[in-house]
């Protein structure tokens, strides 16, 4: 029988779900995607449920993503966004989420520069927390949507050659997708310049190539990463011009590829840079289809993590 319950009350990182998890999760949000592509989006769901939103760090994609899977589900929804707050008087993380829990909140999904902020959170209040991204750490709904686009093109992911290009050493999308694809038994190769791949990345079971050409011929799927200029205070490349040379993914390297291999970026992307246009908006590229799955796939976390907490949610 399967499982219905997921095994963890907060979504700090795939690290911390199983492969039972992952599939519940991925099942749900195959309902919920079809709610969705509904004349009428919106399912009660979550109906008497406030979710707080809690942005330190920008976003376009994961808060508005968010935003609608909340009100798909009519859940309540507050929007709180660190550059117009109190935050900048002083107020710390701490005493600014309780504040915002004493107004009656339920849930919160937060984004945080600090790697462990949702940990920290998560050992001081009680309600259900989503991390929505946290600094270089970990970015556990990206990877969930990304994986379940790649189910939709290619079916189950076990044995699927994926490979992650770009600045790994700062990307918190590499590390949930290593930990997301390996639990649902694909293989996951990363490639960018030595300066941008962790020292020590082989230990979580990846290989590592230099070599942008062997590995787009390798895979079945690439995802492809932007620069993460605003995590690098030290120059990790001589210059973007140069990263894009060796290392972007352009038509005339795709050709020399023999077979047509499926384009992923989680945005926002650098056009020229890591992905020329005419990648970008190929036939071989789903990043919109990535964007349209993550409102299903976050519908599905938060009625999976708000059914776990024991919050009654409307059938
Ligand atoms: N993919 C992603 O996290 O995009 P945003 O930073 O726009 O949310």
Not at 185 to 203: D, F, M, Q, S
Not at 228 to 254: C, M, T
Not at 297 to 315: D, E, F, P, Q, S
Request: proline residues 3%.
């Amino acid at each position: 029988m399967s499982k219905s319950l997921i095994s963890t009350k907060h979504l700090l990182g795939i690290k911390y779900i199983n492969k039972d998890d992952i599939d519940l999760i991925f099942r749900t949000a195959d309902n919920f995607k079809e709610v969705i592509n509904r004349p009428i989006k919106k399912v009660p769901s979550l109906r008497d449920i406030t979710i707080a939103n809690l942005f330190f760090e920008n976003s376009t994609r994961t808060k508005l993503s968010f935003e609608l899977a909340e009100k798909r589900l009519s859940a309540d929804v507050i929007n709180f966004s660190a550059s117009s707050s109190s935050v900048k008087k002083g107020e710390t993380l701490l005493d600014t989420v309780n504040n915002i829990l004493s107004m009656k909140v339920d849930m919160v999904v937060m984004r945080h520069p600090a790697p462990g902020a949702h940990h920290f959170l998560a050992q001081h209040i009680d309600a259900n927390i989503v991390n929505a991204g946290d600094g270089t750490h970990e970015h556990p709904t990206q990877a969930l949507l990304d994986a379940f686009s790649i189910r939709e093109q290619v079916g189950s992911l076990s044995g699927k050659k994926v490979v992650i290009i770009g600045d790994i050493m700062h990307s918190r999308v590499a590390l949930s997708n290593i930990f997301c694809l390996q639990k649902l038994g694909a293989e996951v190769k990363v490639c960018g310049p030595a300066t941008l791949i962790p020292k020590h990345i082989g230990k979580l079971g990846v290989s590592v190539t230099h070599n942008i050409d062997e590995a787009l011929q390798w895979c079945d799927i690439a995802n492809i990463l932007r620069i993460q200029l605003e995590r690098q205070d030290i120059k990790f490349i001589p210059s973007l011009r140069e990263y894009a040379l060796y290392y972007g993914v352009n038509k005339q390297r795709l050709d020399k590829v023999n077979k047509d291999i499926i384009i992923m970026h989680p945005g926002p992307i650098n056009r020229g840079v890591e992905i020329s246009s005419d990648v970008a908006d190929s036939d071989q590229s789903i990043i919109l289809q990535q964007v349209e799955n993550g409102v299903a796939v976050r519908m599905a976390v938060l009625y999976l993590l708000a059914g776990r907490a024991g919050i009654k949610t409307v059938n």
